[in-house]
């Protein structure tokens, strides 16, 4: 049986530092029972690396467009990568 769990890198792109959209993306993550990580980059998108089902993953992508309130979202990129193994989501600087 092939397992459905993976590992997506994903940028986020658009007015998405200095909104919240990290700590909305850990509870986002979260709530759809996935782990890894979310980071502000120099060129002003956010990255996000994700392990989990990929259907949750699917529906998280999703949410990304919307992001938290004050987020303007252009653009979500997404690619599938080798599986990484988190043993949580962190919000790293």
Known sequence: ???DITTFSIEVKGRVQGVGYRAWVEKTAKNFDLVGWVMNCEDKSV???????KKNIKMFLIECYKG???SNVQD???NETSFKKFKG???RF
């Open 1 to 3: 049986m092939i397992s």
């Open 76 to 78: 979500v990129k997404a």
């Open 89 to 91: 989501f962190e919000i």
């Open 47 to 53: 990255r996000i690396k994700i392990s989990g089902k």
């Open 68 to 70: 938290p309130i004050f």
